[in-house]
């Protein structure tokens, strides 16, 4: 289907398909086609739509383990991301990297990151090719609120202050940090007041509401784009376990239903109010993200031998296989 | 030729490096108005301004994060860290994100950034500011490790370095950087292999950085009773043996000598591969001498005698061909 520019709409229906795609990777961990259950959804972080709209083609962007919803909302092939995370060859990595590392230099993806707050320096430097090449993009970092407890997000905050880079923090505060609920992990709540201390602008928005993220996003990223470095927290709720297999016994059932309440989908279904068109939406993602599900899981694994490619350069040698080396030493005593 | 200092080659290095190719940087800690802590990049601000020559705050972690972040969107960085002991600041980003970036990602994100850095001992630096660490690096595929023990290569690895598609980790000596020597116009070895220092029949000696002067001074006091083979390791990862199989071969003793604390060393892992490659041609098992499996004490004379040199190889070398048993076997 498609529609006249009209920015609400697209955003819910990026909102849709990511969410759609979440389910889809549950069902993929369920018919044992994923690579493991190191799946991390981002159900109920949707809105996170609302900063993504701001970037532009040539823009960079790093982000946690719980990613796919900020890759999709950046241009990325679901079934391209679905083959990754099943560990297929026609994956974004070739089955390397996984859910919790896919990338796309294309796309500006320079990587999912499985360590805390390990992609998040990386936009400083991307923000320095920006400055010395004279390009006006910008560069963000995604992280939860777990990463709020890395020091290496301070050093890079100050970094991108002290030398005026076109970088954006954006923190996606589900509350959680596996089992460790934010009032567990920070002495202060208030993320923002942190990144306001070092020199960038910062803001807060509510994560239930992706136009309210869309306006607060905008100064903060535009701002960015002109040399203001920038910090954003998203106000979301993590509506299932860390990964697929924790049924979070650690919060009661009055708390996640309180916070599934806060569905930024919700809430956007009940502002543009056109159920017939919001339906056909939410039918197309459906269609789409099958489709994707069936193609990705019938792409063949990759071939064993690749596991000694991409280690180095494909212009030098790759490593030596094991059984290479043990041939040569028995052979040559036999 | 003219006599120029290792400190100086590498200054050259960087110096024809940035006026070569403009996206070059170079990042660290007192690297700019400074010149260095050890006074290798003194001048550079002034020549490439503060927009190519970045001081940076006392963020280890976050400037080896920066320059792959750098490197990843086109640029060169040469990122320093004043002492290869804080390593401990800094793997993560080394060793998950700078190695395996390339691989993660299935081939499309490379790193191609150096890291400069310093480390060995001979100043009286004590524990943390003293320490041999290259055998984190080789543990680790994705990252390629360099070590030069001549002027020479301060200048031709360097360079080399900075053309690689890949991390680089470039680990200077402190205890060298006013050695003297000349600069070749090419180098002493292709990137990537070892050189051959000295030609001898009776043993092959291996080794890098520091230790390498220490072992050319010992096989020269050796000659001409035992002729010594010098193998210097160079580039440590990933680590070229043949030339150095092909030497074991030829004398039938091995002795691997590096300043690292003994365990788990990069003497260690040679010790192995000469045992495996080349097992019917030894007359001897390969032996290890490196630093005493100690932190590194601060009194110079605990310092010294913490580490092999010129002496103790020789002691061994004498031990391990001709029999002759140093004082300190008794
Ligand atoms: C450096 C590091 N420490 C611990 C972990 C284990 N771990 C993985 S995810 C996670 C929680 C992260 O919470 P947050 O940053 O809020 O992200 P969320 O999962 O909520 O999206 C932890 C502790 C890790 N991967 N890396
Ligand atoms: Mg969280």
């Known amino acids: ?334 | 030729m003219t006599q120029t200092t290792y400190r100086d080659a590498l200054l050259q290095a960087l110096l024809d490096a940035m006026d070569a190719d403009e996206t070059v940087i170079l990042m660290g800690e007192e690297v700019g108005l400074y010149g260095g802590a050890y006074g290798v990049t003194k001048g550079m601000l002034d020549r490439f301004g503060a927009n190519r020559v970045i001081d940076t705050p006392i963020s280890e972690p976050a400037i080896v994060g920066a320059a792959i972040g750098a490197a990843m969107t086109g640029l060169r960085p040469v990122a320093e860290i004043m002492y290869v002991d804080f390593a401990g600041m800094v793997m993560d980003q080394l060793a998950n994100q700078a190695a395996k970036s390339r691989y993660m990602f299935g081939g499309q994100i490379g790193v191609p950034m150096v890291l400069r850095t310093q480390g060995g001992t001979g100043r009286s630096a004590a524990a943390q500011h003293s320490q041999s660490l290259e055998a984190w690096m080789m543990h680790t595929p994705g990252l390629r490790l360099c070590m030069p023990g001549t002027v020479s290569d301060a200048y031709h690895l360097l360079r080399d370095a900075m053309r690689q598609p890949d991390p680089v980790v470039f680990i200077e000596h402190k205890g060298l950087y006013t050695m003297k020597g000349e600069i070749g116009d090419v180098p002493d070895a292709p990137w990537g292999q070892p050189a051959i220092r000295r030609r001898g029949g009776d043993l092959t000696i291996a080794s890098y950085s520091r230790m390498l002067q220490e072992t050319l001074t010992a096989a020269e006091a050796l000659a001409p009773e035992i002729e010594t083979e010098v193998v210097d390791l160079r580039c440590l990862n990933p680590l070229d043996d043949g030339p150095l199989m092909d030497s074991v071969r030829r004398t039938g003793r091995c002795l691997i000598v590096t300043e690292a604390v003994t365990t788990c060393s990069v003497a260690s892992e040679i010790a192995a591969r000469v045992s495996e490659q080349c097992f019917d041609w030894l007359e001897e098992p390969p032996l290890r001498l490196g630093g005493e499996d100690i932190p590194i004490p601060v009194s110079p004379a605990l310092e010294r005698a913490s580490i092999p040199d010129a002496r103790l190889i020789e002691d061994v070398a004498r031990w391990l061909v001709a029999r002759e048993a140093p004082s300190w076997a008794a």
Request: glycine share 12%; net charge negative.
């Open chain 1, 1 to 334: 289907m498609t529609f006249a520019n009209d920015a609400p709409l697209a955003r819910y229906r990026t909102m849709r398909r990511i969410r759609t795609f979440e389910e889809r990777v549950g069902e993929l961990f369920l018919k044992g086609e994923s690579a493991g259950s190191m799946l991390h959804l981002s159900i109920g972080e949707e809105a996170v739509v609302g900063l993504t709209d701001h970037m532009a083609e040539g823009d960079t962007f790093t982000t946690h383990h719980r990613g796919h919803g900020i890759f999709l909302a950046r241009g990325a092939d679901p079934m391209r991301m679905l083959a990754e995370i099943a560990g297929r060859e026609a994956g974004y990595c070739r089955g390397k990297g996984g859910s919790m590392h896919i990338a796309d230099r294309g796309l500006g993806h320079l990587g999912a990151n499985a360590i805390v707050g390990g992609g998040i320096p990386h936009v400083v430097g991307a923000g320095i090719t920006a400055r010395n090449t004279g390009t006006r993009v910008v560069s963000v970092a995604f992280f939860g609120d777990g990463g709020m407890g890395q020091g290496i997000l301070y050093e890079a905050m100050n970094m991108a202050a002290l030398w005026k880079l076109p970088v954006v923090f954006c923190c996606i505060n589900n509350q959680y940090g596996m089992g460790t609920r934010v009032d567990r992990s920070a002495g202060r709540q208030d993320f923002p007041a942190r990144a306001e201390a070092f020199g960038l602008r910062a803001a807060r928005a509510d994560g239930s509401d992706v136009e309210a993220v869309h306006d607060a996003a905008q100064a903060i990223v535009e701002g960015a784009r002109d040399g203001q470095p920038g910090f954003m927290e998203i106000d979301a709720y993590r509506f299932h376990g860390h990964a697929r297999m924790d049924k979070s016994p650690y919060r009661t059932p009055e708390e996640e239903e309180e916070g599934r309440a806060r569905d930024p989908l919700a809430t956007a279904r009940t502002s543009l109010a056109d159920d017939t068109l919001l339906d056909t939406i939410d039918a197309e993602a459906e269609a789409e993200m099958d489709t994707a599900m069936k193609t990705a899981i019938a792409a063949t694994p990759p071939a064993s031998d690749t596991m000694f490619q991409d280690v180095y350069d494909p212009s030098t040698p790759a490593p030596r296989p094991q059984r290479a080396r043990l041939a040569d030493v028995l052979e040559e005593r036999a």
